[in-house]
């Protein structure tokens, strides 16, 4: 008797190891993915016909509207190669800026933005 608890209590143990690498893991690429196309959307901004100062301020909505629209744009139960649907993101980061410029009264920023968002396009490749 006192084998088979240990057993189960070692069984349990390499269990729980096995998941909390596996959650490191998804973890780790989760955010590395995250990190790759944030800054790929910041490139988007820079290769905009913006003056300066809306550059930064585009930036920094993006910034604070890219974590939504990944979540959004991401689907963990998809195959590999479709997990991330680039258009929901594209779109979703953009109605965000575009929204949030205007809620704070930067309306020619954020018709700009509404402008310039349809001469890019975005493409993600997946690891």
């Known amino acids: 008797m006192r084998s088979l608890g240990r057993n189960i209590l070692r069984w349990l143990i390499s269990l729980g190891v096995v998941v909390a690498v596996g959650i490191t893991f998804y973890t780790h690429r989760r955010q590395d ?10 490139g988007v901004i820079e290769d905009m016909s913006l003056p ?6 585009a930036t920094w909505l993006v910034e604070a509207a890219h974590k939504e629209a990944f979540d959004k744009a991401l689907n963990i139960s ?16 953009f109605d965000l800026i575009v929204n949030r410029a205007r809620e704070d009264s930067k ?11 349809s001469r ?3 493409h993600v490749t997946e690891r």
Do not use: C, P
């Open 33 to 42: 993915a995250s990190r790759r196309i944030k800054a790929q959307m910041v």
């Open 120 to 122: 890019f396009l975005m």
């Open 52 to 57: 300066r100062d809306w550059r930064e301020e």
């Open 78 to 93: 998809k195959k590999l190669g479709r997990k991330f649907d680039e258009r929901v993101y594209y779109n979703e980061i």
């Open 107 to 117: 309306t020619q920023l954020a018709d700009r933005l509404a402008d310039e968002r």
